[in-house]
């Protein structure tokens, strides 16, 4: 008997953007390391691509993460 098993079908309702393929699925028919998700509608799964831009741009422009100190520049020279 196997201790884990692999599930292959998702969740009634989960909804999921394919990296490789470049569509919305649902249930998870490709591997992890190729999907965002789950979501919970298809348009939140359509508009993956573009979330993952915003949050990324709200990291990349967080000053609680990139202040002076963090770079190295402590005014110091």
């Known amino acids: 008997m196997a ?3 692999k599930r292959t079908v998702g969740k009634p309702g989960e909804w999921f ?3 490789e393929h470049q569509k919305v ?3 998870p028919d490709c ?3 190729d999907r965002f998700g789950p979501y ?3 348009g939140e799964a359509e508009h993956a ?3 993952a831009r915003e949050k ?3 990291w990349e422009t967080d000053p609680k993460w990139h ?3 963090a770079r190295g520049e402590d005014g110091e020279g």
């Open 3 to 5: 201790l884990f098993k």
């Open 17 to 19: 953007y394919c990296l």
């Open 25 to 27: 699925e649902e249930g």
């Open 31 to 33: 591997p992890a390391k």
């Open 40 to 42: 919970p509608t298809r």
């Open 49 to 51: 691509m573009a979330t």
């Open 56 to 58: 990324n741009l709200q």
């Open 67 to 69: 202040d002076a100190t």
